[in-house]
């Protein structure tokens, strides 16, 4: 009997817990809004957009959605006239509640979204419990779903914040992207590095390319920079290839962001600049000291000038124009010696 009795009074805790569980789901302020529908350019499929107005704020969102996924919403109904319609879109969160009219496939009304109570209880038992009905109705628009959510778990993302999970969801991080960009290297990266790897393109084929391009181990933030600024992988191998010494992430996004190009790189290189590092490099993209100026000072009999000399050049406005009005003279000043005329405003 007392076995029995334990039994007995185990279960009723535990359908008290589910209980309190959807009363608590339920108890949460009407998640509610419009909606609209559109033809969509993918056969069988439809444009839904639901929006929310609260006190201080307004949002939408909006999807391709098939219409085998609205239940009680028929492809007749979206071609006749006008109709009230009433349909229901579940995800793992819980279920939206459609009402309203379509007409010749297009349509609009109101929503209710209601939140599943198992799915509430299990987020509770994953680490995210207390999640208000705002979150849940996130949760559910943007389908975080629980085998997402273990999944990430198993991969060492266990206990994020909420707000961390929808953006995974929303850039497309998936368990996929993940596991991939692992293998290479990014383990126990933050998951909003994951999301901005996402924002910016920084993919596992892009990492593939600029490791075989010579550039290996680079850090979450500069590879999220490389993307940003447009180092492409043929940049990092045109440095290669013309044997200028080894640069860094931090180089290369420094080259790009001053529009050093692998046609500037070439001209250099063929100009006999092949071994400029990578600061020479931008100080002469800042100064404007170009292949051009660089071919008309050797047509006036300066090759060869060193780099920091073009620089000081450049600065201080030595032009060709310049260099052949002093060099018309009986000898031809040093490049120090333009500097000086130049800075002293002596052209004798």
């Not at 990578?278 to 000038?305: C, K, N, Q």
């Amino acid at each position: 009997m007392k076995k029995i009795g334990r039994s007995l009074l185990l279960s009723l805790a535990g359908a008290s817990a589910v209980a309190v569980l959807a009363f608590g789901a339920a108890s949460e302020p009407s998640v509610s809004g419009t909606w609209s529908i559109e033809p969509a350019g993918v056969r069988g499929s439809v444009q839904l957009e639901i929006r929310r107005k609260t006190s201080h704020s307004s949002w939408s969102s909006g999807e391709t959605v098939p219409v085998s996924a609205l239940s009680g919403l028929s492809a007749d109904a979206l071609r006749g006239g006008s109709a009230p319609v009433r349909f229901d879109m579940s995800r793992d969160a819980g279920v939206f509640h459609f009402e309203g009219d379509v007409r010749d496939g297009e349509g609009g009304g109101r929503f209710t979204f209601e939140a599943d109570p198992a799915y509430v209880a299990e987020m509770s038992s994953l680490g995210y419990g207390g999640q208000s009905g705002d979150r849940l109705f996130s949760a559910a628009v943007h389908d975080v779903s629980r085998a997402f959510v273990r999944e990430l778990a198993a991969l060492g993302y266990s206990r994020l914040d909420f707000d961390d999970l929808v953006a995974l969801r929303i850039h497309g991080a998936t368990p996929d992207f993940i596991r991939a960009m692992q293998a290479l290297g990014y383990r126990g990266v933050p998951a909003d590095d994951l999301v901005a790897f996402r924002i910016h393109g920084a993919t596992p084929e892009y990492v593939k390319a600029m490791n075989d391009a010579g550039l290996s181990s680079i850090s979450a933030d500069d590879l999220v920079a490389m993307r940003i600024h447009g180092v492409r992988p043929e940049f990092a191998r045109t440095l290669r290839e013309l044997r200028y010494p080894d640069a860094g992430p931090a180089d290369l996004v420094a080259l790009r962001i001053h529009g050093a190009s692998e046609e500037f790189l070439r001209d250099l290189a063929a100009l006999g600049y092949a071994g400029t590092s990578a600061d020479d490099l931008v100080a002469m993209r800042i100064h404007g000291v170009t292949p051009e100026f660089i071919r008309e000072l050797a047509s006036l009999g300066y090759r060869g000038v060193p780099v920091d000399d073009l620089v000081a050049m450049r600065i201080h406005g030595v032009s060709p124009e310049f260099v052949r009005h002093v060099s018309s003279r009986d000898r031809r000043p040093s490049p120090e010696e333009l500097v000086q005329m130049k800075i002293h405003g002596r052209d004798e």
